[in-house]
Nanobody, 120 residues
């Protein structure tokens, strides 16, 4: 079973940047679709960015929610089994708990989440 551990969250002011990391325990992670979701207080969990994979380590299509286009960049280091989310020009509305997730062999796996707080 793959386990995911996020890090890199914190508190920043508007316009600042953060880079989230998601370390996976298993190599299979690099062969699975994976990405980032977030959940703000009182709101439903929403997709931030998703990286498709088609059973190989080659990165497939990448999707971003409209809210993060042009500001967020997802990337991966397969050798380290790690997924990243670079977030620039942060806004107060980006405040949320950010979750790393993977859809692997038909099962969703989630990390514990990391808090991102953006203040004006």
């Amino acid at each position: 079973q793959v386990q995911l551990v996020e890090s890199g969250g914190g508190s920043v002011q508007t316009g600042g940047s953060l880079k989230l990391s998601c370390a996976a325990s298993g190599y299979i992670f690099s062969y699975c679709g994976r990405g980032w979701y977030r959940q703000a207080p009182g709101k439903e969990r929403e997709m931030v960015s998703w990286m498709n994979s088609y059973g190989t380590t080659k990165v497939g299509t990448i999707n971003y929610a409209d809210s993060g286009k042009g500001r967020f960049t997802i990337s991966t280091d397969n050798a380290k089994h790690t997924l990243y989310l670079q977030m620039n020009s942060l806004k107060t509305e980006d405040t949320a708990v950010y979750y790393c997730s993977t859809l692997c062999r038909g099962s969703w796996i989630w990390g514990q989440g990391t808090q991102v707080t953006v203040s004006s």
